[in-house]
């Protein structure tokens, strides 16, 4: 399951640990040792779930997670708090913060690697499915084919990469910044307009026939999958 996985955590061991097996298993991640920059990177880049802990040199984790949870645009990822505090109380006031699961330090690997999967799955399907549609519009991640109506469309590479990315975050709005970190990958510099020539043919091509724009232009903001 592709997704992108926010660490906060100050323990080094811990986040090389992570870093190296969700790596492994196909995941983008990111992480900080700061509360205050983790949230500033957050609300840029947000993530699919993430993973924090409670004790940070900072801000808390359970300060973290209050304003995740009370921001519009956060609330609806999926935390795992990670901690020490092994307290049936501690649990309770985590989950009253609005943590979604909670995992006990020392912890294996596999474990939080189900409850990240199972977490995910649950807030992203869309994220696990071979197949994903948005309005008429289809696509075949197993075989890599796009459809609009019953016709198949051909797609370049980074076009199909980019309506894979539109169709997972359906009718949110992604600057051209967030959209080249997020399909062309942070370590790639390109220029930003780049973003404008590819949204252009994937225009082109999934618009045939005067059939409705399924891709909105925000004046100054981005780009949208949306009617």
């Known amino acids: 399951m592709p997704g992108f996985i926010y660490l906060v955590e100050d323990e080094r061991s811990i986040i090389t640990l992570l870093k190296y097996n969700l790596e492994k298993e196909g995941y983008k991640f990111e992480f900080s040792d700061s509360g205050e920059e983790a949230l ?16 940070l040199p900072d801000l808390s984790g359970i300060d973290i997670c209050k304003q995740i949870k009370k921001d519009n645009r956060l609330k609806s990822i999926p935390v795992i708090m990670l901690t020490a505090k092994g307290e049936e109380h501690d649990k309770i006031r985590g989950f009253e913060t609005g943590a979604d699961d909670y995992v006990t330090k020392p912890f294996s690997h596999k474990e ?15 994220l696990n499915e071979e197949t994903a549609t948005f309005k008429d519009l289809k696509i075949d991640r197993k075989t890599r084919r796009v459809f609009r109506d019953t016709k198949e469309i051909k797609l370049g590479p980074t076009e199909y990469k980019l309506l894979d990315f539109f169709i997972k975050n359906p009718t949110r709005v992604y600057s051209r910044e967030q959209l080249l970190n997020q399909v062309w990958g942070e370590q ?3 220029e930003s307009r780049t973003v404008d020539v590819h949204i252009r043919r994937l225009r082109k091509v999934i618009n045939f ?5 399924l ?3 925000v004046r100054s903001a981005g780009y949208s999958l949306d009617s």
């Not at 500033?40 to 802990?53: A, Q």
């Not at 939080?112 to 869309?126: G, N, Y």
């Not at 026939?209 to 724009?213: I, T, V």
């Open 112 to 126: 939080l690697s189900l409850r990240i999967f199972s977490l995910l799955k649950r807030s992203k399907p869309q």
């Open 209 to 213: 026939d005067g059939r409705p724009d």
């Open 188 to 190: 790639i510099h390109v």
């Open 215 to 217: 891709i909105r232009t």
């Open 40 to 55: 500033k990177s957050i609300r840029k880049k947000v993530p699919d779930l993430v993973l924090l802990d409670w004790m």
